[in-house]
């Protein structure tokens, strides 16, 4: 792969592994859904009969 790209006249740039930790947005979502979880309504039970 990288003598192909280097044949073009590209260069490969590597990256670190991805980990969710690093990513701002990752920590919002987490935030948003666990509040989201702590305000949602209680499931409903199964009604008795059905």
Request: with cysteine.
């Amino acid at each position: 792969m990288r003598q192909a790209v280097e044949a073009v006249g590209a260069c490969m740039v590597y990256l670190l592994t991805y980990n969710p930790d690093f990513n701002p947005i990752e920590m919002w979502w987490a935030d948003l859904k666990r509040q989201l979880r702590r305000i949602a309504p209680a499931p409903l039970r199964a009604r008795p009969g059905r």
